[in-house]
């Protein structure tokens, strides 16, 4: 069984993937490297250059693997520029993280965390405030039911 890391050519992700492979834990990634590097690779991990929102490479993954759990890091990050293009944020952070809960719930697979802890909100002034809680860390429970 293996786990599957989105975004695993990023920071966190990255560095994820090194502590799992060092646990003897199987890896695959996906990550369209749009800010990833392929450098950061781990190469005991089975790589998939593609793209969350993609249900298709999504739905490949889960076939030709045997994923038991997802780990979510695709995605976007840059504080200030959210707030000039949030429906860049939005499609990538919101409708990517759709489209992998959905491939998730057609493969019946249950088990995501999702680090998606940049939860920014604008105010009226259009400044950030930048809600990092544990509360964020989710284990979510995609029912298929
Ligand atoms: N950097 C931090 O200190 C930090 C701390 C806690 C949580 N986080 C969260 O972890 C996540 C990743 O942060 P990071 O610093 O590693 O960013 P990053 O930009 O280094 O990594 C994101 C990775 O996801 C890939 N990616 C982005 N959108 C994608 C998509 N649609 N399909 C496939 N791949 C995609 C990028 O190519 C990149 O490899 C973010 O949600 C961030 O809020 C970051």
Do not use: W
């Amino acid at each position: 069984m293996a786990i599957l890391v989105c975004g695993g050519a990023g920071y966190i992700g990255s560095h994820t993937v090194y502590q799992l492979v060092k646990a003897r834990e199987e890896v695959v990634i996906v990550d369209n490297l749009q800010t990833g590097h392929r450098g950061a690779i781990n190469p005991t991990a089975k790589f998939y250059q593609g793209d969350i929102r993609d249900a298709k490479i999504l739905d490949k993954i889960f076939i030709e693997n045997k994923i038991e759990a997802v780990i979510h890091f695709a995605a976007f990050i840059e504080a200030g520029e959210i707030v000039e293009k949030p429906l860049k944020y939005f499609n990538n952070n919101v409708y990517g993280m759709q489209i992998l809960l959905e491939s998730m719930v057609r493969m019946a697979l249950i088990k995501l965390f999702s680090a998606l802890l940049l939860l920014l909100t604008a105010s009226r002034k259009n400044s950030l405030s930048r809600k990092t809680t544990e509360r964020n860390q989710l284990i979510l429970m995609a029912n298929p039911n």
